[in-house]
T-cell receptor, first 111, second 113 residues
């Protein structure tokens, strides 16, 4: 079974809409992340939660709001979507300093 | 600023040859380095890692070399196979960075049959 799963896999929406991406991990990890991958494949961290507490918050517009209801879930809500938000968003988890385990991504297209 | 790696270059190798993918990192305080492989339509997957107290680590068909003097990391893949075709990322992590994993720009590896 998939260790880190995120839904939906594809999301096409219009500018100005609000959308959410969900992520769940069944690895028992204590830390979860959201990364954004642009069209040039560059991966940039957005947020990190450790045991439901926000520990990393990069320079991300406040239209992006992560929520962690428990340590196995980390959702990403995006308000007032803009064209520049189009990207692939990856959820990941880790335990301590171990390598990251990634989901398969959500491709967001804003038209 | 924070930066790891080069702008996305491409490496093309013949099946059966050895591949070497290079990466430069900028943070001298980084003490943990990881290589990831990303296939089309999937998330990055862990390949091999190395800590700063080592300069070489071997896995199955892969070897990572770390040169802290010049802040350089390389991934060697022996007997490259078509299934190795992917984008490869180096990443760094450090306690002083709050255990934040910073990724390089990636290298696309093409394996010609």
């Amino acid at each position: 079974d998939t260790a880190v799963s995120q839904t939906p896999k594809y999301l096409v929406t219009q500018m100005g809409n609000d959308k959410s991406i969900k992520c769940e991990q069944n690895l028992g990890h204590d830390t979860m992340y959201w990364y954004k991958q642009d069209s040039k494949k560059f991966l940039k961290i957005m947020f990190s939660y450790n045991n439901k507490e926000l520990i990393i918050n990069e320079t991300v517009p406040n239209r992006f709001s992560p929520k962690s209801p428990d340590k196995a879930h980390l959702n990403l809500h995006i308000n007032s979507l803009e064209l520049g938000d189009s990207a692939v968003y990856f959820c990941a988890s880790s335990q301590g300093e171990s390598p990251l385990h990634f989901g398969n991504g959500t491709r967001l297209t804003v038209t | 600023g924070e930066s790891v790696g080069l702008h996305l270059p491409t490496l093309s190798v013949q099946e059966g040859d050895n591949s070497i993918i290079n990466c430069a990192y900028s943070n001298s305080a980084s003490d943990y380095f990881i290589w990831y492989k990303q296939e089309s339509g999937k998330g990055p997957q862990f390949i091999i890692d190395i800590r700063s107290n080592m300069d070489k680590r071997q896995g199955q068909r892969v070897t990572v070399l770390l040169n802290k003097t010049v802040k350089h990391l390389s991934l060697q893949i022996a007997a490259t196979q078509p299934g190795d075709s992917a984008v490869y990322f180096c990443a760094e992590n450090a306690r002083v960075l709050g255990f934040k994993t910073i990724f390089g720009a990636g290298t696309r590896l093409f394996v010609k049959a």
